[in-house]
């Protein structure tokens, strides 16, 4: 069989979707504003292959022999990780998750204290770092866990390893995701373990995301019933609640991320990898932090260099994204927007190509294959 595989640059949006105005995202575009901060982006790599012939961005010039290049829209509501990696896949959600912009009501967290055992503080849309800043010491002193949510439909709960265990954290957010579905349903539910003092509280690597399972047959199921081995890196398997996944591949960090890919290039004889690099989002995105997000794009884009060096001829190698994280955006929240696609394979033709999230899916399926799945949305560019 052939190997395909598809790396997400997690919140690296290239331009507002049409409604992004209904999210409050008007004018957002994550690496067209980044590199116009940065003065200018040094990626030789993903301008080589036609990151600056998508759109215009500062530092990249357009390609003069890109790969396939162009821009991705998703089908359906929302601008979060679950629902981008669910499309991405071919599973689009009719109606947006829910969300808490005023906090969990009364009863819910009623719920979740009888079914944790835990009580909590904070419960509002905060930002993670902020959190562990404000309610940190609260928590240290009466054990109440830190509850919040965000402009995502997620739960988070953040517990310092000395209060409360990773191992007893992660069993409350697993009853937690128990109580949050039905009417209370959220895309995920996610654990924060943190560490240090007062005044200089640092997360940990033990993160956990508690997805609920999508809503449909996705293309990993398809490629999993034609025979292929799916291979997960980093919170894959956790976004798409283990299903469709095979074998899952920590990658916490982008250097471990990086590592566990460039692994499988080495090792693999054929199958699927599907990989998220989530540092341009969760450490440097989110924190409006321009010279670390640069310096993100810019170790990708070396381990995209070395990626090429291990691609075989029949391999498809494709870089996409899920959302937006624009620095320029009035919130920290993830942003509406178009993500980039740069798919390298024979026969790519340097052609450009504008479509739906799916189409990644779909390509997949045909490539590693020989066949569609017309009951699932997306066209294929292979």
């Not at 310092?160 to 191992?167: A, I, N």
């Not at 992660?170 to 209370?184: P, Q, T």
Request: aromatic share 6%; net charge negative.
């Amino acid at each position: 069989m052939r190997r395909a595989f598809v790396i997400v640059l997690d919140a690296c949006g290239v331009g507002a979707l049409p409604d992004a105005g209904a999210y409050g995202d008007a004018g957002a575009n994550t690496l067209g504003h980044l590199a116009e901060r940065a003065g200018g982006l040094e990626l030789p790599t993903l301008e080589r292959l036609g990151l600056g012939s998508i759109l215009p961005l500062r530092g990249l010039r357009p390609a003069r022999e890109p790969v396939l290049h162009g821009r991705l829209a998703p089908l359906g509501p929302g601008k979060e990780s679950t629902t981008g990696h669910w499309e991405l896949m071919g599973v689009v959600v009719e109606q947006p998750l829910s969300t808490y912009p005023g906090g969990f009501p009364p009863g819910v967290i009623e719920e979740l204290t009888r079914a944790t055992g835990l009580r909590f503080c904070c419960n509002r849309p905060y930002s993670g770092t902020d959190a562990l800043e404000d309610f940190g010491p609260h928590h240290l002193a009466t054990g109440e866990v830190i509850l919040y949510t965000s402009a995502d439909s997620v739960l988070q709960l953040a517990a310092h390893v000395d209060r409360l265990p990773e191992s007893d954290l992660y069993r409350a957010c697993e009853a937690a995701r128990a109580v949050m579905s039905g009417d209370h349903a959220v895309g995920r539910v996610i654990a924060r373990p943190f560490e240090g003092r007062p005044g200089a509280f640092a997360r940990r690597e033990g993160r956990r995301d508690y997805s609920a399972p999508p809503p449909g047959r996705s293309y990993l199921e398809e490629l999993q019933a034609a025979g292929a081995t799916v291979h997960g890196v980093g919170k894959i398997r956790d976004l798409f609640a283990g299903v469709g996944v095979d074998e899952s591949h920590a990658g916490p960090t982008n250097a471990k991320g990086i590592a566990a890919t460039t692994a499988l290039l080495r090792e693999l004889d054929g199958g699927f990898v599907f990989v998220n690099l989530v540092e341009t989002d969760q450490v440097y995105g989110h924190r409006h932090d321009v010279e670390g997000f640069s310096t993100a794009l810019e170790e990708i884009d070396a381990a995209v260099a070395d990626w090429l060096e291990l691609v075989r001829e029949d391999d498809l190698l494709v870089l996409c994204a899920d959302h937006g994280v624009d620095p320029d955006a009035p919130h920290t929240d993830h942003t509406r927007e178009y993500a980039p696609l740069l798919a390298a394979f024979a026969g790519h033709g340097g052609r450009r190509h504008d479509g739906a999230l799916a189409d990644v899916g779909a390509s997949v399926l045909r490539w590693l294959t020989g066949r569609d799945a017309p009951d699932l949305p997306g066209t294929a560019f292979v």
